[in-house]
C-alpha cells in the first residue's frame, strides 16, 4: 500500500475508486511521454523520416568516413573574440550584445560535403561554425553558409535532394534526370538553386559572407519578439590568389590562404542581423527576405588563431543551431530542429569512432590554445 501512496500522494481518505483513476492519469502521462521519445526515435513509424535516416542518407552518398561529421567533413579550427557594437542590445537581452562587451568565440571553417580529404573547390559551399562562451557557462552555437537561401524548405526536401544530388560515380556529376524530377516535385528548390548559382564566388573564406539561412527570433527586455536572420559580412578585401590558379597544386587551398590571412592580421566579419516584419517567411529558408528590411551592425568577430583539428578542440564539438542564450530562441523553420537531430545523431557516431588525423593540417597562428 505504501507503493500506492507513493504514486498518488493518497492519504487514508482517499478511495479505492479514486486511487485507481489518480493512477490511471499518471499511467496515461508517462505512456505519453514514452509515445514521445518513441516517436521521436521513430520506433513507432519506421516508415517515417528521422535523425538515423538523415544520416544513414550523408553516408550512402559520401561512403563511410569514420570519425568525421557526415557533411562539412573538411574542416579547420579558429578561435578568438567578438566585440560587441551595443547596437543589439535594444533587440535582445543576450549578454553578449551589451555596450562594451567582449566574448571569447572558438569555431571552425568547413566546407560542405562528407569527403574529409577531397580537394578544395572554389565552388563548393563554404561553412562558418561559431561558438560564443559567454557568462555563467551560456553558450550560442551557431552555423552559417555562404549562400543566399536554403536549397529547401523541409527535412524530407532535404533528404530527397541529397540522393537526386549524389555524384554519379562515371561522371562525377549528378544524373540530370535525377534532378530534373526533384526540382519538378520541388519547385522552391528550383528557385532557391538559381539564387544560389547565381551567388558571388569569392577567393577564399576570408572575404566571404556567411548567413544563418534560418530565421530565429531576439526577444528584447519588454518581451518584444523580433524575427531575425543574421550574416557574418567580411572586412577583408580579397588579396590572395585566386584558388582557381592553384588548386592543382594544392589540395587545401582555402584552408591554407585562410591561415595566412590570420598570420598577416585577424581576419574580421561584421555580424549584421536583419530584422524581419510581418509577412516576411520564417518558416521556409528558401525565400529571402526583402533587400530594404533593417539591418544592424551589433558586432565584430575577429579571429586571431587557427588550428587544425584534434582532441578537445572543435572537432568534438557539435554545433547545434538550438543552443542558444537567453534572449534568442528558434523560429517555426521545420530545418531547425531536423539539424539540430541530425547533429547530434552525427555527433554520437562519430564521438565512438577512431579518429583520423584531419587532411588541414597546420600550426597555430599565435600559439593559443582552441
Not at 69 to 95: D, I, P, Q, W
Not at 225 to 240: D, I, K, L, S, Y
Not at 314 to 329: E, H, K, S, T
Request: some cysteine.
Amino acid at each position: 500500500m505504501s507503493l500506492l501512496n507513493d504514486l498518488t500522494g493518497a492519504d487514508s481518505a482517499l478511495s479505492p475508486r479514486a486511487a485507481c483513476l489518480r493512477l490511471t492519469a499518471i499511467g496515461a502521462l508517462v505512456a505519453g511521454t514514452t509515445g514521445a521519445f518513441a516517436y521521436a526515435g521513430g520506433w513507432l513509424s519506421p516508415g517515417d523520416l528521422t535523425q538515423a535516416r538523415i544520416v544513414d542518407r550523408f553516408e550512402q552518398v559520401n561512403g563511410p568516413h569514420p570519425g568525421f561529421r557526415r557533411n562539412h567533413a573538411k574542416g579547420l579550427c579558429l578561435a578568438g573574440r567578438f566585440e560587441s557594437s551595443g547596437r543589439g542590445a535594444g533587440v535582445s537581452t543576450a549578454s553578449l550584445f551589451g555596450t562594451g562587451r567582449v566574448t571569447p568565440i572558438t569555431g571552425r571553417i568547413a566546407l560542405a560535403g562528407g569527403q574529409p580529404y577531397a580537394a578544395d573547390a572554389a565552388t563548393t559551399v563554404r561553412s562558418l561554425a561559431l561558438r560564443f562562451h559567454l557568462p555563467d557557462g551560456e553558450e550560442w552555437r551557431t552555423g552559417n553558409n555562404d549562400i543566399p537561401v536554403f536549397p529547401v524548405r523541409s527535412p524530407e526536401g532535404f533528404y530527397t535532394q541529397l540522393l537526386a544530388a549524389k555524384p554519379d560515380p562515371a561522371t562525377g556529376r549528378p544524373d540530370p534526370e535525377a534532378l530534373k524530377a526533384f526540382f519538378a516535385a520541388h519547385p522552391e528548390s528550383a528557385k532557391a538553386a538559381s539564387l544560389i548559382k547565381a551567388r558571388t564566388i569569392t577567393s577564399g573564406f576570408a572575404d566571404d559572407t556567411f548567413r544563418s539561412l534560418n530565421a530565429f527570433r531576439f526577444i528584447a527586455a519588454d518581451g518584444t519578439r523580433t524575427p531575425v536572420r543574421w550574416a557574418f559580412v567580411p572586412e577583408q578585401v580579397a588579396t590572395a590568389e585566386s584558388p582557381a590558379q592553384r588548386s592543382r597544386a594544392d589540395e587545401n587551398v582555402l584552408f591554407d590562404d585562410f591561415e595566412s590571412a590570420v598570420r598577416r592580421a585577424p581576419v574580421r566579419w561584421h555580424l549584421v542581423v536583419t530584422l524581419g516584419q510581418p509577412g516576411d517567411p520564417t518558416a521556409d529558408a528558401t525565400r529571402p527576405w526583402p533587400v530594404e528590411r533593417q539591418s544592424l551592425d551589433v558586432g565584430t568577430v575577429i579571429v586571431a588563431d587557427t588550428q587544425s583539428e584534434a582532441d578537445g578542440n572543435c572537432r568534438d564539438v557539435n554545433f547545434d543551431p538550438l543552443v542558444l542564450p537567453a534572449g534568442i530562441v528558434g523560429s517555426d523553420d521545420p530545418l531547425l530542429s531536423a539539424r539540430s537531430a541530425a547533429y547530434a545523431q552525427s555527433f554520437t557516431r562519430r564521438a565512438g569512432e577512431p579518429k583520423t588525423p584531419s587532411a588541414v593540417q597546420n600550426t597555430p597562428a599565435t600559439g593559443a590554445g582552441l
